[in-house]
């Protein structure tokens, strides 16, 4: 399978914890962006990636969140001090030539 | 007002029939205008995405662009019970990061 790949699918965690979600793009695609997306909602933008270089953060990505694309290859995002408010699916997609693919997303669940 | 805007639905149309949704957007400088699929539970699939004013088909799908009137449409003939999903109109903004609706609920029912 050469889609993007997003690990873990799902993941449940208490209020205040710090959880890590990767994604591995399509090895080809340079350009990785991250979404969020609640029940009714279309995706929400919050970062993007060109290799390594972050050039965009959404202003949803408050302190607690951090994101990496080391070696301009796969992409982790990480929340800290974990909220309700944040329990959504977190979707990663790449992209080559302006059309995105999404990965399978991560759901998060907050206790 | 929301920067990508859709009937939410639900939009119930009869097995083989012509199911049409609509998309506004603010953003006249937008470039490329993207439908994407979602099925309940699973992540958007790419289904059509269109840059010029016009038409442009694709199977079953047909998208359809006007940016003077700032709307995207999309078509499908010939609807199947396996169309029935939402259906996420996206535009580009910067850094070509996607801007989406909220999504329009299509029922194919037999």
């Known amino acids: 399978d050469t889609g993007v790949s997003q690990n873990p699918r799902h993941k449940i965690t208490k209020r205040g914890q710090n959880v890590t979600f990767r994604c591995d793009p399509i090895s080809e695609h340079n350009r990785l962006y991250w979404y969020r997306q609640t029940l009714g909602q279309g995706p929400e933008f919050l970062t993007y990636?060109?290799?390594?270089?972050?050039?965009?953060k959404s202003r949803l990505l408050s302190d607690r969140f951090s994101a990496e694309r080391p070696k301009g290859s796969f992409s982790t995002l990480e929340i800290q001090r974990t909220e309700q408010g944040d329990s959504a699916m977190y979707l990663c997609a790449s992209s080559l030539e302006g059309r995105q693919f999404f990965g399978p997303g991560t759901r998060l669940t907050v206790l | 007002q929301k920067e990508v805007e859709q009937n939410s639905g639900p939009l119930s149309v009869p097995e083989g029939a012509i199911a049409s949704l609509n998309c506004t957007y603010s953003d006249r400088g937008s470039q490329s205008f993207f439908w994407y699929r979602q099925y309940s539970g699973k992540s958007p699939e790419l289904i059509m995405f269109i840059y010029s004013n016009g038409d442009k088909e694709d199977g079953r799908f047909t998208a359809q662009l006007n940016k003077a009137s700032q709307y995207v449409s999309l078509l499908i003939r010939d609807s199947q019970p396996s169309d029935s999903a939402t259906y996420l109109c996206a535009v580009t903004g910067g850094y070509n990061k996607l801007i989406f609706g909220a999504g329009t609920r299509l029922a194919v029912h037999p």
């Open positions: 990636f060109q290799n390594e270089a972050q050039l965009e």
